[in-house]
């Protein structure tokens, strides 16, 4: 696993645990760090930071392009796996689309259900589509 899928996967660990607790995301990776002297890598904290920012319009987004689900019916770790995986294609240029994709499908393959993968692929796949058309 390279260093940036490895920080993606800390990111939504962290983002996981911040929503589970109600807690400010970047507030529970300090904590850890603190706690339990873990690394954790400078893309971590650039993926929570970025999706914690642009939280509300990536949400309107998924809303806008998840048929069937609500963000709040759907499994946890899916919505943040989405999330990461739309604020890479719209927010950070640094990360080909395809990668982006690739490692919110590979995250919600190991950490949610069977379903998930093609589910997210689809969503994400979409999003890819279009996105020229939804950056503001």
């Known amino acids: 696993m390279s260093a940036r899928a490895k920080a993606r996967r800390r990111a939504l660990e962290f983002l996981f645990e ?14 850890r760090r603190e706690n339990s002297e873990i690394v954790i ?5 650039q993926i929570i930071e970025g999706v914690t920012a642009q939280q509300q319009r990536i ?3 998924l809303e ?3 048929r069937g689900w609500t963000l709040e019916r759907m499994p946890s ?3 943040i796996a989405l999330r990461i995986g739309v604020w ?8 080909p689309d395809a990668v982006a994709v ?9 950490l949610s259900t069977d379903d998930s993968p093609e589910f997210v692929n689809g969503v994400l796949g979409r999003i890819q589509q279009i996105k020229d058309t939804l950056v503001d």
């Open 18 to 31: 911040a929503e589970q607790r109600g807690a400010e995301p970047l507030a529970v990776a300090v904590g």
């Open 77 to 79: 770790v899916d919505r």
């Open 64 to 66: 806008s392009y998840v």
């Open 102 to 110: 690739a490692e919110a499908v590979a995250n919600v393959r190991e």
């Open 59 to 61: 949400d309107e987004i």
């Open 88 to 95: 890479e294609l719209l927010y950070n240029d640094d990360v």
């Open 41 to 45: 890598n400078e893309y971590s904290i």
